[in-house]
């Protein structure tokens, strides 16, 4: 295996070029990828191998020759600017050939790596020394000393000081012969960094306690004041039915306690699930995360049944769980309340979808990867959900160009068999220093504002989040803003609220991806206001990549609540993120499959983007409702502790939603007319 990466792993591309050369992998259309073997005349130099903090100064010398090394091997196939073209054409409702997609076995004999090219690539390493560990449809795995390494990739390795301890990498950029130039498209392992990856999903008592263990360790809070109740209060008739009364003025003068979890049925009729009488029915989700939770299926039927929903009918359910390989878990810790969010927000806005969850070894890029790629070489569902993600740039260097080109690549061929990718935008922001700063859910290394991988690629529909208020217990539609919280503590003497105002907390991630062109499908919805403006602040000659494409509730102070079997014991608690988003969208578009009788939607942006403007969509805009929307979240008394907190919502950092697209909440939210406009062919 190779060396391992996870999902946040970032290893830097070679500076300057490295938006260049990531733009270019990331629309996966290098000239010389579809070169038939033998036609090659020249070897091929793989941009980004040599990573920007393995510089002179810090190089500490040669690798031994005999140390073992690993490296993956990714295949370029037979046509890749075909496969990139094709998956454009099937996903563009304005194209003849939409919605015209092709078998797993069709996609594999016209787009697949032939035995040739396989053949070329083994003889090639076994040549050098290495040995082949593993081949599958998208790779080849080689394993062997460093010296057969940098005799097969023309470049020494070495080791190199920094922050992080010391690390391998290569001296200079790998080359691959002319024999296989046409074959590869890219490899990673090469260099040893490795990061973990985070998934976005945010409990609010988890979150809550990350916040305050500092202030909660010094246990000289004060009692509970006898105005405020001990145990936890909520608005359960609306957003903001009940006052807090007693608690100290804030944002409001008036502060509203936040609204009690909602519930999928409350979604369903939010969102018009319910009132369309959609269920899912026919299509087919698929829910990637690392590991898997042994109860989910009893939990999920438990979660349902307790909150007036069917249970999975027999069947209904499935999974694929390799617990015997799991690897890293002290590194990328329990993601069981991921899983269980997933499943019971994807089974509760589409109650009769078919869903197979896919549980990755780790939360390692290649782990991830190898679970996608079970789902786009299986054809296991219409639509697949996944609520993680990793910053593109980071104080350890820049993520690395091989995960671009391969996730695209398999992206596509997923489009061109009508499977689509729905990405969480992260819960960060605009992911800069200053967000992650005080942020709960933010990633530290982050030296940039920037947008999320692979929320920012082309081919995914990436996800960002709302603050959802309900009119009535029911779940009538009332309003949307954007999802970001500001946030205080009761302070000791529960006098007033620390700090005043509050530092940003939690927030729907988004932006414009300085390392991705444009897609088609924007032009025309995104502004080059916006386009030419990267999250960082570069200006741009030409428009970039702005996510996120949709947004759903997903707000912590809004929270959706989640019930899973940790330590024996069931139990519910409120959960925010788009963590929530992502799954809620997945079976929205499992329902608008339903809704076109059963006809898969495949890669969904061009048709979101088709309707952006009407009414299938709400257009969130913070400054139609109202600008100070403070909420007061009462957590009960804990350890003798009242645990009371205000939050301002419509408060994102770098981001809000404004009239039109916006890089908080895209496009929109589903509106009146979503699933009338899949269901009559139409836009509105």
């Given amino acids: 295996m190779p060396a391992a990466r996870s999902r946040l ?187 973990k990856n985070v998934s976005h999903a945010v409990s609010v008592r988890e979150a809550d306690a990350k916040a305050n263990a500092a202030r909660l360790a010094t246990g000289n ?130 109650p009769n979808a078919q869903i197979t969850y896919v549980g990755a070894n780790s939360c390692y890029d290649q782990d991830l990867y190898d679970a996608m790629a079970t789902v786009v070489d299986k054809h296991l569902a219409d639509v697949v959900s996944n609520s993680w993600g990793e910053i593109m740039h980071g104080k350890s260097g820049d993520l690395d160009a091989a995960s671009i080109a391969a996730d695209n690549q398999l992206f596509q061929l997923g489009a061109v068999q009508g499977i689509g990718f729905t990405f969480s935008s992260g819960d960060c922001g605009d992911s800069s220093p200053g967000a992650a700063a005080t942020g709960v859910n933010c990633q530290a290394d982050s030296n940039q504002a920037q947008a999320d991988w692979p929320s920012a690629s082309p081919w995914v529909t990436s996800v960002g989040g709302s603050t959802l208020e309900l009119a009535d217990k029911a779940g009538h539609y009332g309003h949307e803003v954007s999802m970001g919280d500001q946030r205080s503590v009761l302070s000791d003497d529960q006098k007033s609220w620390n700090p005043y105002p509050g530092f940003f907390y939690f927030g729907g991630g988004g932006g414009v991806s300085k390392d991705v062109q444009q897609p088609w499908y924007q032009k025309g919805v995104v502004s080059d206001r916006i386009a030419k403006t990267a999250a960082d602040g570069s200006s741009s000659a030409t428009p970039l990549r702005a996510t996120p494409d949709i947004a759903m509730s997903g707000d912590l102070v809004a929270a959706t609540l989640v019930g899973y079997t940790a330590n024996g014991t069931y139990s519910e608690g409120g959960y925010g993120g788009t963590s929530v988003s992502a799954p809620e969208t997945a079976a929205m578009l499992a329902d608008a499959i339903e809704a076109r009788g059963g006809r898969a939607i495949g890669f969904a942006n061009p048709a979101l983007y088709d309707r952006a403007g009407t009414k299938a969509f709400n257009d969130v805009n913070d400054s139609a409702v109202h600008n100070k929307f403070g909420n007061v979240v009462d957590l009960g008394t804990i350890g003798g502790v009242l645990k009371v907190r205000l939050y301002k919502v419509a408060a994102d950092y770098g981001l809000s939603a404004k009239r039109g697209y916006d890089t908080a909440t895209g496009v929109g939210t589903p509106g009146k007319g979503f699933f009338d406009s899949f269901r009559l062919g139409r836009k509105h």
């Fill in 221 to 350: 809070l004060k009692k509970p004041a006898a105005t405020l109740p001990a145990d936890p209060t909520c608005s359960d008739n609306g957003y903001g039915s009940k006052t807090a009364a007693g608690a100290p003025q804030g944002y409001e003068k008036n502060e509203p306690f936040a609204p009690c979890s909602y519930i999928p049925s409350q979604l369903r009729k939010a969102y018009g699930v319910t009132d369309e009488k959609v269920t899912g029915k026919g299509a087919r989700i698929a829910i990637i995360d690392a590991y898997g939770l042994g109860s989910m299926e009893a939990d999920a039927n438990h979660f349902s049944t307790a909150h007036g929903d069917k249970p999975f009918a027999a069947g209904q359910y499935g999974e694929l769980v390799t617990s015997d390989k799991w690897v890293h878990q002290d590194e990328c810790g329990d993601w069981s309340g991921e899983e269980a969010l997933d499943v019971e927000m994807a089974h509760g806005l589409a």
């Fill in 9 to 195: 792993s970032r290893t830097a591309v070679a500076a300057p070029a490295a938006a260049l050369i990531l733009g270019t992998l990331a629309m996966a259309t290098p000239a010389d990828a579809a070169t038939p073997i033998g036609g090659a005349s020249a070897a091929k130099e793989l941009g980004g191998t040599h990573p920007a903090w393995a510089t002179p100064q810090a190089d500490a010398g040669a690798v031994a020759d005999a140390t073992p090394a690993t490296a993956r091997i990714y295949l370029a196939g037979q046509d890749t600017a075909g496969l990139a073209a094709l998956a454009k054409a099937v996903s563009d409702p304005s194209s003849p050939s939409y919605g015209t997609f092709l078998s797993t076995d069709q996609v594999q004999a016209r787009f697949g790596a032939s035995a040739a090219q396989v053949k070329a690539v083994k003889a090639w390493v076994t040549g050098a020394g290495l040995t082949v560990a593993q081949t599958t449809a998208h790779y080849v795995e080689v394993s062997g000393t460093t010296a057969a390494m940098a005799k097969a990739f023309s470049t020494p390795i070495h080791t190199y000081r920094t922050a992080d301890g010391t690390h391998r990498a290569p001296a200079r950029d790998a080359v691959v012969p002319p024999q296989v130039a046409g074959t590869v498209l890219a490899v990673s392992g090469l260099s040893d960094v490795v990061h």
